[in-house]
Every structure is written in C-alpha cells, then in structure tokens.
C-alpha cells in the first residue's frame, strides 16, 4: 500500500457526481464532470492512521470508490469507454475527508478549496482491489459507518457521470498517469466526525463484502500551529 501513495503523482477527486449528495449540501446539479486535487501526502494507508483533525475544523467524511490508473491515458488516445476502462489496474475504497466550514468559507469567496480537501491524513484509503473482485464498478455498494451506526450506504450506479465520461473530462486538461488515483464522488450521507470516532468504510458486489476494500481508522485531534480562522 505504501506503492500506490508512492506512485500516485496526483490524486484527481470528482465532485457532486451524485444528485442526492449535491441536494444535501444545497449546490447546483453539475452539466459537466468537474474536480479538485488532493496532494498524495494526504493518504493514510490501511491499518495505519490515525485521521488527525486540525483546531477548530468541523471534519466531514465522503465514502468514494477510486480508480487506480494502470497506464497513461492522455486526450492523445482518443479517450472512448473501452481505452478508459481498460487504463484502469484496480480500484481502492477512500475516505475523502474535508474541513467543512473552511470549504464552506472558500466558497463563499470563490477560493480554491486546496486547504479545505488537501491536510495530511485526509484520504484514508483501503487496499488494493484488483479488477477481478470488480466485474462492474457501476454496480457497486459502497458503505460507512460512524462508531457502529450506518452513515452511508448507496450503489455506485447512482453517479451522475460514469467512469468512462470522468476519465475522458480529466484527459482534456492533463494526462492521467500510471499510478495516479481518481476519486469518483460520494453519495448522501456525508457528515461530522470528532476525536474518537472510528470510521468504518467499504463495499459490496452483489450482496458480498469484498474484504480488500475495508477501511477501520479512529479520528484524533491534529497538535499543531493550524487554527481554523475565517478567510
């Protein structure tokens, strides 16, 4: 696991790909994929951690299922649904983890969101899901649970943009490259975690749990200079 925070030169996070989530946060229905960056500093590896939780952050989590990039794939290619798919060497369960009221306040004053999505430990990740366990992402159940409670729990069929459509968007602007990530959006159900929670997420293919794709990592708080303060 430390290979792919290693050979991830860029993680790609596709946001509102998911109506009921976009409802939930009260933004616009998106016409077109879009997305931010997460640094590669920002993944916590399985069974490591914890989440640190910077002063005076309200952190949030978003359950994504990623695409981990098995090749280059650049507009170059001519980017149809077999060369997308084909890129792709396997797929990782994430935890996209966000300061909320920062992101809130970046918003508001059409900032970049970069502070927001980028602090280290923000994207815990599962291990490597080869291809195989994953016949068909879009068919996919995805889950997380807060200290026992089901918080999230919703099928990937429900994207607004299907995975072919995100690869090729990305590929306008830059080259996807051999070990990078794409997060592909959450469904409803994102909300606050504190000091001592523990999250659990992972996924379901046709009612069985894929075991590779299980994440269990406790909240802590962040010791430090960083002191939320309004931008």
Request: a neutral charge; glycine letters at 8%; aromatic letters at 6%.
């Amino acid at each position: 696991m430390t290979a792919i925070r290693a050979n991830a030169r860029k993680v790609i996070c596709i946001g509102r790909n998911y109506s009921d989530h976009v409802k939930e946060l009260a933004n616009e229905l998106p016409t077109r994929p879009f997305y931010f960056l997460k640094p590669p500093s920002s993944i916590v590896a399985p069974k490591t951690g914890p989440v640190l939780r910077p002063q005076g952050i309200d952190l949030h989590y978003e359950v994504e299922l990623g695409l981990v990039m098995g090749k280059d794939l650049s507009e170059a290619d001519g980017v149809d649904e077999a060369k997308a798919m084909d890129a792709i060497s396997g797929y990782v369960i994430g935890i996209d983890m966000t300061a909320r009221n920062l992101q809130n306040e970046a918003r508001k004053k059409q900032l970049p969101w970069s502070e927001a999505k980028g602090f280290d430990t923000f994207l815990p990740i599962s291990n490597f899901i080869p291809k195989s366990k994953i016949p068909d992402p879009q068919d996919v159940n995805l889950h997380l649970s807060v200290n026992g409670k089901i918080r999230q729990s919703d099928s990937t069929s429900l994207m607004i943009f299907r995975i072919p459509q995100l690869l090729s968007t990305i590929t306008e602007v830059m080259i996807l490259e051999k070990g990078d990530i794409v997060m592909t959006g959450t469904p409803k159900g994102v909300g606050e975690v504190k000091p001592g929670d523990i999250m659990r997420a992972g996924l379901n293919v046709d009612g069985k749990d894929i075991s590779e794709g299980d994440i269990e990592i406790e909240v802590r708080d962040r010791q430090g200079r960083y002191v939320f303060e309004k931008l």
